[in-house]
């Protein structure tokens, strides 16, 4: 059964920049992140696959957001620069086997996810 873990959530003061990682248990084809904060809808961010040859963006994070895949091809990266109040919330990993549907829409119902990371931007 595969295993994602989320780790690099922290408090940050806004503008400032963070790195969350999802360690994956073995290779997975497709993974992303969303978020979801307290009372609002989930949002999809970003997505990569084949390696990292495709990556894909929701417009609202399009260009402070970066995902990447590290050498070993298990962890994924999630650089988000200039953070603001309202990102803050908890920050989900998730996988899928194929690259079919691999978008940040569909993020949230990857079959494979892991427990979160908390993000808070204050000021």
């Known amino acids: 059964q595969l295993q994602l873990m989320e780790s690099g959530g922290a408090s940050v003061q806004a503008g400032g920049s963070l790195r969350l990682s999802c360690t994956a248990s073995?290779?997975?084809?497709?993974m992303g992140w969303y978020r979801q904060a307290p009372g609002k809808r989930v949002e999809g961010l970003a997505t990569?696959?084949?390696?990292?040859?495709?990556?894909y963006y929701d417009d609202s994070v399009k260009g402070r957001f970066t995902i990447s895949l590290d050498s070993t091809k298990r962890i994924a990266y999630l650089q988000m620069t200039d953070l603001q109040p309202e990102d803050t919330a908890m920050y989900y990993c998730?996988?899928?086997?194929?690259?079919?549907?691999?978008?940040?829409?569909?993020?949230?119902?990857?079959?494979?996810r892991g427990q979160g990371t908390q993000v808070t931007v204050f000021g």
């Open positions: 990569l696959y084949a390696g990292g040859e495709s990556r």
């Open positions: 998730s996988a899928k086997e194929h690259g079919f549907g691999c978008l940040p829409s569909s993020t949230s119902s990857f079959p494979h």
């Open positions: 073995e290779y997975i084809y497709c």
